[in-house]
């Protein structure tokens, strides 16, 4: 009995394990940078996105500063990476739109402020954060979730999120 | 000449896309974290006090250590005392302190610090720990990018010691000083991207200037540079230096530079 029960423990603690490395993941990432027009300051931002293992491709639109990450499967990254990543090239994100699983958002560190959940494939994602916006729409947005318990904590480990699709 | 330089940099701030890698004048941005930037600038001045040219080579090496921090090191090597020699080197760390980006623009600050030796003769009452002096320099660097176009202006204090180990600065100059500086950019090609294979051409106008702080003597020259861009990483930049007014000794106000520049991103895994 205390074997089978162990057993038992055992799966569920893998299923949890396997469910959590491939739910938490983000498939692609269109990150828009702020404070930029020159193409050598956008490859830099390349350069930095492309030194990253779970990386797939980057493709740029250097007229509008887009950047569209396609990541690898089973990647576990989290929307701080593309911040730590673009502003370590001297820049800031001005728009982070991430395409993830609906499984993904469901729990930590996402909390969702705008949209529904959906149960499509697919699901596009903004993040609201300071830091992940302009600074104009950081302070349009902090009164418009003013009322928000978490919002407006700028915590950096959690993810305020608005499903756009 | 004077008419024409004033064309030039009404026609870069009018049409607003703009660049602000200068020649001379350092914007407030860094280089990027963890990447290394090599370049050498070669000079040629037109001596004053004697014939001929002062030729003037300078290796430079830049490192971003994070987003804020860069340092740079430089060597001077020339032919002053007609050979060509090493006569010092300089040292720069720049921290950029503030940062307001919004799309396509930003307003940044930047505070520097340099410190330089030199082992030349002191021929000008110009101080220039750039090649010519050893000391010291500090300040502030403000860049704005308005709807794409670049501006950029430096206030600094200037200070000179002795050249090591026997060329003393002369007592009869000022040994310190109050430079200034103001830079214009702007990108000529192309209208619209398509890749970053694609070459660039930046045209820029940059105005330096100093007043010895001692006895207000005074310079300023105006920098006119033509910037080619190639593969988004590296860069070459043609550039006219000339005096407009000046009330103080200057041993090679007036010449050409040419730089080769190339960055090598994520140095350190």
Redesign the interface.
Same mark, same amino acid.
């Given at each position: 009995m205390k074997i089978v029960h162990k057993k038992y423990i055992l799966l569920f603690a893998l299923t949890i394990m396997f469910a959590a490395t491939s739910q938490a993941q983000i498939a692609k990432a269109e990150i828009q940078a702020t404070g930029l027009t020159c193409s050598m300051c956008s490859n830099a931002i390349n350069k930095q996105l492309k030194s990253l293992a779970e990386v797939e491709n980057v493709e740029i639109d250097l007229n509008t500063n887009t950047f569209t990450v396609t990541l690898k499967e089973n990647n576990s990254l989290k929307p701080s990476v593309f911040k730590e990543n673009v502003e370590k090239a001297g820049f800031f994100i001005g728009s982070l739109i991430l395409t993830v699983k609906p499984e993904t958002i469901a729990k930590e560190p996402y909390i969702l402020l705008d949209g529904k959940e959906k149960q499509a494939n697919e699901i596009l994602i903004q993040v609201l954060d300071k830091g992940y916006v302009t600074n104009k729409t950081f302070k349009k947005l902090s009164k418009s979730y003013k009322n928000s318990l978490t919002f407006n904590n700028n915590d950096e480990t959690d993810f305020h999120i608005k499903v756009l699709n | 000449m004077k008419k024409y330089l004033l064309l030039f940099t009404v026609l870069i701030c009018q049409k607003s896309?703009?660049?602000? @890698?200068f020649l001379l004048t350092d914007p407030a941005?860094?280089?990027?974290?963890?990447?290394l930037a090599v370049n050498i600038l070669q000079s040629a001045f037109e001596r004053e006090m004697t014939s001929g040219y002062m030729y003037g080579i300078m290796p430079e090496v830049t490192y971003?250590l994070?987003?804020n921090l860069m340092f740079r090191a430089s060597a001077f090597v020339s032919n002053r005392n007609n050979e060509m020699v090493a006569e010092g080197g300089n040292f720069l760390a720049k921290y950029r302190f503030y =940062?307001?980006?919004? @799309? /396509?623009?930003?307003f940044?600050l930047a505070a520097f610090g340099r410190y330089s030796f030199n082992n030349a003769p002191i021929h000008q009452e110009q101080i220039e720990i750039m090649g010519q002096n050893s000391g010291f320099e500090t300040g502030i660097v403000a860049t704005k990018?308005i709807k794409?176009l670049a501006i950029s202006s430096t206030i600094s204090f200037e200070k000179a010691f002795d050249n090591t180990p026997n060329n003393s600065f002369p007592d009869n100059f000022g040994n310190n000083a109050t430079n200034y500086t103001l830079s214009f950019g702007k @990108?000529m090609y192309p209208k &619209?991207?398509?890749? @970053?294979k694609?070459t /660039?051409i930046n045209l820029m106008v940059e105005f330096i200037g100093q007043t010895i702080n001692e006895n207000g003597k005074s310079y300023l020259d105006v920098i006119p540079v033509v910037q080619f861009?190639f593969n =988004?990483?590296a860069?070459l930049d043609l550039a006219y230096r000339r005096e407009i007014m000046s009330s103080m000794v200057r041993s090679a106000p007036n010449g050409v530079y040419l730089n080769l520049y190339y960055?090598f991103?994520?140095v350190v &895994?």
């Open positions: - | 896309i703009g660049q602000e @890698l941005s860094n280089v990027p974290a963890n990447s971003g994070n987003r =940062s307001q980006d919004d @799309l /396509n623009s930003h940044r990018l794409k @990108l &619209k991207y398509t890749s @970053l694609q /660039n861009i =988004s990483q860069r960055t991103f994520n &895994k």
